[in-house]
């Protein structure tokens, strides 16, 4: 198959790019951070880029929490004007498979249950309990604790923030694409996603290069919050696997969305991550600072069940195996 990767110079999509000459494919990267004419928001560079392609792998986005709002417009170009000039162009190319990097982000607050009103969905944590240490998300029906469980897909979504938002919209568009065109889409809905090749540490990155990063200086992690929030940490090899399996399979329908959460099942606490990371890179210990991000959110751990039995895709790095490697992998430059 000749797939189509955008943000094939990037973190994830470098890693689709070699699973999927891995298996036999043939990848053509489109990436303006390798040629300045590669910008998906770019119909003619798109349609020569499209010649001959029977799938795309749609990486390409701006990433993170950003800092303020003033970046937004940015990141609604890149990642929903980017999506519509791609999607467009497929169309016009007679492209009718898409793979699409989708997120968790688009769930908000995870799942919890109250031990009186079940599941609950509680809203964004205010300023005041952040400030006081409160992080923990109570019942909006009564107050009481909550226990965090496993998002499902079928979740409603719930974006927090600028990036959660045009990650949502990418969604849609894709939807909108495969019901108008009868073609295929699937979203796979990235956990934390680490590995060799994650970008160093900018206000876009994740907390996994933060961490990484710090500890490459010789300085301690420095856990936000109590660094009890739960999180799904998977890697970035089994995500480029899980890419590789939805654009293989048979199974998508149609004239559709199809999502997938992609996490290891395996959930662990932001805290833990940072031990191991400092354990596997021999100190120093990681400290947790009580700082928090205003659009972070408390627990998301995802149910991935559907992509192991619906694609046939397994995890095959374990969280300490991968935390070893990560604690001395490359990262890459901004
Ligand atoms: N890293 C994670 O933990 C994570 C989690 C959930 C979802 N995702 C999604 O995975 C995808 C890849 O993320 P990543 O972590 O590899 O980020 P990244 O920043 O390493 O890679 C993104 C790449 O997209 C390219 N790009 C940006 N705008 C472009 C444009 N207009 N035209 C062409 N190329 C453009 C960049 O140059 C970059 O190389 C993104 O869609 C992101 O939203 C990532
Ligand atoms: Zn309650």
Avoid at 150 to 162: C, H, I, S, W
Wanted: proline share 6%; net charge neutral.
């Amino acid at each position: 198959m000749r797939v189509l990767v955008t943000g094939s110079a990037g973190f994830i999509g470098s890693h689709v790019v070699e699973a999927l000459r891995e298996h036999g494919h043939e990848p053509v990267g489109y990436d303006v951070r390798e040629d300045p004419r590669a910008d998906v928001r770019d119909p003619a560079a798109l349609a020569r880029a499209l010649a001959g392609v029977d799938a795309v792998c749609h990486q390409a986005a701006m990433v993170g929490l950003g800092s303020g709002f003033a970046d937004a417009a940015e990141y609604v170009s890149r990642n929903d004007l980017g999506t519509a000039v791609l999607l467009a162009a497929m169309a016009g190319a007679d492209v009718r498979r898409l793979v699409l990097a989708g997120s968790m982000v688009v769930y908000g607050e995870g799942r919890y249950a109250c031990p009186a009103h079940g599941v609950v969905r509680p809203g964004p944590r205010a300023v005041a309990d952040l400030d006081a240490g409160r992080f923990e998300p109570l019942c909006p029906e009564c107050g009481a604790d909550l226990s965090p469980g496993l998002v499902g897909e079928d979740a409603p979504a719930d974006p927090r923030n600028v990036y959660a938002t045009t990650k949502l919209a990418q969604e849609h568009l894709a939807a909108a694409w495969a019901r108008t065109t009868g073609a295929t889409a699937v979203s796979l809905r990235y956990h934390n996603v680490y590995g060799p090749r994650m970008p160093r540490d900018t206000p876009y990155a994740g907390v996994a290069s933060f961490f990484r990063s710090a500890l490459a200086r010789g300085e301690a992690p420095r856990v936000f919050e109590d660094g009890r929030q739960r999180r799904d940490f998977v890697h970035v090899r089994d995500v480029a696997a899980a890419n590789v399996a939805a654009l293989e399979s048979a199974r998508p329908p149609q004239g559709a969305l199809s999502a997938y959460n992609t996490g290891s099942g395996e959930p662990h606490t932001v805290g833990e991550m940072a031990t191991a990371l400092a354990a596997a890179h021999g100190g120093p210990e990681p400290v947790v600072t009580g700082e928090y991000r205003l659009g972070d959110v408390r627990h998301i751990t995802a149910d991935s069940a559907r992509l192991r039995t619906e694609l046939g895709w397994r995890p095959r790095v374990g969280f300490q195996e991968g935390m070893r490697e990560f604690a001395r992998a490359g990262l890459r430059g901004a």
